[in-house]
């Protein structure tokens, strides 16, 4: 005799897509728009696949690094505009 497992609902939108993109630092909200589900369904998805919820976690990460990163950038662009103005300064005296 041949059982049949049953399950309620619709299969899951789970995709690989959801984890690369959250590795990457997509924004969970970007990430709903984009699979076109959803926040509370991603909140799911991060209790029931722990790979989507180390994604989320290395994602903001990620964004933590680039605004840092920016943020180095930004100084250095600004001393570098104070050293070049100070330049031009000197060079009408």
Known sequence: MTTIQRTRGRPSLFTPVAVRLAEDGVRLGRIADTLDVTRRTLTK????????RSAVECGRTVRRIRARKEKEAQ????????????IQQMQHR
């Open 75 to 86: 100084k250095v662009r600004q001393t570098a505009e104070a050293i070049l103005r100070l």
């Open 45 to 52: 998805w991060k209790h029931r696949h722990p790979e989507f």
